[in-house]
């Protein structure tokens, strides 16, 4: 076959492919929009917001609860050795020891022998020093924890004074004790009864305990109500009321007023120039 035989043919297949192009149903994508495709898209959006919002909340709520957890846990730090740290406990049994003297000396006055009070040297120090350490574990925990109130740390200073101050009033006792008390159970070196004039003194001695221990037990019940409104206040939507003493000039320890906080600042202003 020629070449010009084959280029015509090739040219015929050609015009023939052309012409059956021309027959062809050609179909094309041609979306509607209708009023049911709108309400579709508008469910579906609405869906996806609610469930946006409702992890949003659920998260919250998680992050809240955490907080709620962490704050009680803390509350608990705070206030764990409170129970075994009010110096008033100790404080009352000086007051019964000082009773005891009094009705031990009366019944040498009506000519009977003398019997000193069932008390014991040792077990007072014990007492003391337990009580001591207990305290001081109290400061050492408001330190850790001084995020909690914007004045924690002003407030540990003041109850550290006092503290120190407990702890001297109770050496100038025992030094005095060791005089007039056994120191245990198994002693049995006997003691003379002191006259009236020394047990007097040593009356006035307690009275400064009692009233430092009584300075502490109340500066301890003003940080409870700080921690707890701080911390649990948020959870129990309330808060408890700070200590309002009769004596106006009595310092109570709270960052609710302006007053009190320049009062403690102005109390240790005074302890300090006096160490």
Not at 206 to 223: E, G, K, M, Q
């Amino acid at each position: 076959m020629s070449q010009s035989n084959c280029l015509n043919e090739f040219l015929n297949n050609f015009a023939c492919w052309i012409s059956g192009l021309k027959d062809m149903t050609w179909y094309t994508f041609k979306p509607e929009v209708t009023w049911d495709t709108w309400l579709q898209f508008i469910l579906l959006l609405s869906g996806i917001i609610i469930v946006w919002r409702q992890f949003k909340e659920q998260r919250k709520l998680q992050v809240k609860q955490h907080k709620d957890t962490i704050q009680y846990n803390v509350y608990e730090k705070l206030v764990q050795n409170f129970e075994n740290s009010q110096p008033t406990s100790m404080s009352t049994k000086l007051n019964i020891i000082m009773s005891e003297f009094d009705k031990s000396i009366e019944r040498v006055n009506e000519g009977q022998p003398y019997i000193p009070p069932p008390f014991y040297l040792n077990d007072i120090h014990n007492e003391f020093m337990e009580l001591h350490a207990n305290l001081l574990r109290i400061l050492a925990t408001i330190d850790k924890y001084q995020i909690v109130s914007p004045h924690l740390s002003l407030f540990k200073k003041v109850i550290f004074q006092k503290i120190t101050e407990l702890g001297n009033h109770y050496v100038t006792l025992v030094s005095v004790f060791a005089y007039i008390l056994l120191p245990n159970k198994e002693t049995s070196n006997p003691l003379h009864a002191p006259s009236q004039d020394i047990i007097n003194k040593i009356k006035d001695k307690v009275l400064l305990f009692d009233r430092t221990s009584w300075d502490i037990a109340y500066f301890l019940d003003d940080i409870l109500t700080e921690s707890q409104n701080a911390l649990l206040g948020e959870f129990f939507e309330h808060k408890l009321p700070v200590r309002n003493p009769e004596d106006p000039k009595e310092l109570v320890l709270t960052s609710t007023n302006q007053k009190m906080i320049n009062k403690a600042q102005e109390f240790l202003k005074r302890a300090e120039s006096n160490q």
